[in-house]
């Protein structure tokens, strides 16, 4: 099984709650005796909104939609389950996913996210990835106001043999994460992580903090951080999207690490979050296990979520 099939299996168990919602209602309306008309369109509209897809993306497809269907160019309910498909990928498909290594030296990734978000556990699902990738890793413990955070990274270091950078409970997050660069370098490390403490996005010194480590790299490493990722909670919906838009004002967020997608988030809010935010979902979380993290595939989450891909293409 290739990388495809990995991807589409593991999201695929992730987003089963989500199907529940969504899948029911969608095999509902495309029965093979439905007729194509404004009642369905209707009906179509409401569930995909239901699903967390999103309002703005949802209006328009919806639009479309029904311009194609005034001038024949969509006909049949066939060719909407497959036109339905190829607007949502058209859209995933238009955001860079890749990872943006450093050209020479340690590539510096900074992770932030509100406490409770799986902030922490998924800096070690991705340090996992990025060792499985055959990439040395280095984690730098810069949440240094919960004692919690630098004792639950410490031990997925040891199980991970990845090596850590740490200071005592309180310490200055910002030296922490000067030694922690120093230390990539030395070490020549592929890739150093930085976790970065989680209190509340409203809290002005947080803000003032991430800005100040994010200074304090640039003085080791001129070009770094080459990745600022934002970890966000699946299943909070809108309130995901308040976070991101707070700390992108401070972090110059590059990419998404969407946690929790396997719990009762509605998949279509990845849809919805890159929307609203114009930030690429870089890695989806789903499931509980130290390897249920994957970089993020819309071909593979499209098919999970809707379950089109025997559908008719038909082209956006």
Same mark, same amino acid.
């Given at each position: ?32 005796? !439905? ?9 179509? #509209? ?9 309002? +703005? ?5 919806? #639009? ?21 498909? /190829? ?37 070690? &699902? ?7 990738? %055959?990439? &040395? ?74 800005? &100040?480590? !994010? !200074? ?17 909670? /699946? ?10 838009? +707070? ?19 509605? %998949? ?19 499931? #509980? ?22 559908? #008719?293409?038909?082209?956006?």
């Amino acid at each position: 099984m290739g990388f495809f099939g990995k991807a589409f299996d593991k999201i695929k168990a992730g987003l089963a709650k989500t199907k529940k919602v969504l899948t029911t209602p969608i095999q509902d309306l495309f029965v093979l005796t !439905r007729k194509l008309d404004e009642k369905f369109i209707d009906e179509l #509209e409401e569930t995909l909104i239901t699903a967390d897809i999103g309002v +703005a993306t949802t209006t328009k497809i919806i #639009e479309d939609l029904k311009h194609k269907y005034k001038h024949k160019e969509i006909m049949e309910v066939p060719q909407v389950h497959a036109y339905l498909q /190829a607007s949502l990928l058209k859209q995933l498909q238009s955001m860079p996913r890749a990872v943006k290594f450093a050209p020479s030296g340690p590539t510096v990734i900074l992770i932030a996210g509100v406490n409770g978000t799986g902030k922490t556990t998924s800096v070690a &699902k991705l340090a996992n990835w990025f060792r499985g990738a %055959g990439k &040395k890793v280095i984690l730098g413990a810069c949440d240094t106001f919960r004692a919690a955070a630098i004792e639950q990274l410490t031990i997925w270091s040891g199980r991970l043999g990845v090596e850590i950078v740490k200071h005592q409970m309180n310490a200055d997050p910002a030296a922490v994460a000067f030694d922690a660069v120093e230390a990539a370098i030395a070490r020549k490390a592929d890739v150093l992580l930085i976790d970065t403490a989680g209190r509340l996005h409203t809290k002005q010194n947080l803000m003032t903090e991430l800005g &100040k480590i !994010r !200074r304090v790299i640039q003085k080791k490493l001129p070009d770094a951080p080459h990745e600022t990722w934002l970890v966000l909670d /699946a299943t909070t919906g809108q309130n995901a999207i308040n976070q991101a838009k +707070a700390f992108n004002e401070v972090l110059q967020v590059s990419g998404l690490v969407l946690a929790k997608l396997d719990g009762t988030a509605k %998949g279509g809010v990845v849809v919805a979050i890159e929307e609203q935010l114009k930030l690429p979902v870089k890695f989806v979380g789903v499931g #509980e296990q130290i390897d249920d993290v994957e970089a993020f595939d819309p071909e593979a989450f499209i098919k999970a979520l809707l379950d089109l891909d025997k559908a #008719e293409a038909v082209a956006p």
